[in-house]
């Protein structure tokens, strides 16, 4: 089952660390501004979580959890590419499909 979890939040681009004075080396605000939107309950009344917690980002659907990290070595020093390499890992593992296509994010997944 394929469902519109949220819209990409436009208006985490202003809060890349070439913007604000970000000094994390992994764009906390950006990140934090992203992933906001993602925490609400689905129409079948799923809850949807997602937090960051340091470099770990912690995504939850319903009773499934999976965790990624903000891995700078291994992708690069561009946030954004960081944060879409962990929620794909973060959502691999809790067993569900996270997508972006047309400026939305798309939930994969059987119902439990």
Known sequence: MKIKLC???AAA???LP?????KSGIGVH???AYIKPMNQKLENGTPVKCKRRG???VFNV???KGEGLMRRLAVGADP???LDAALAEAAAAAGVGLTVEDNALFLSYEPE
């Open 62 to 64: 319903g009773a499934r």
């Open 18 to 22: 070439q913007f604000t004075d970000d």
């Open 80 to 82: 954004v590419a960081m």
């Open 30 to 32: 950006y990140v934090d």
């Open 7 to 9: 819209d990409v939040n």
């Open 13 to 15: 681009l202003e809060k």
């Open 55 to 57: 470099l770990k980002i």
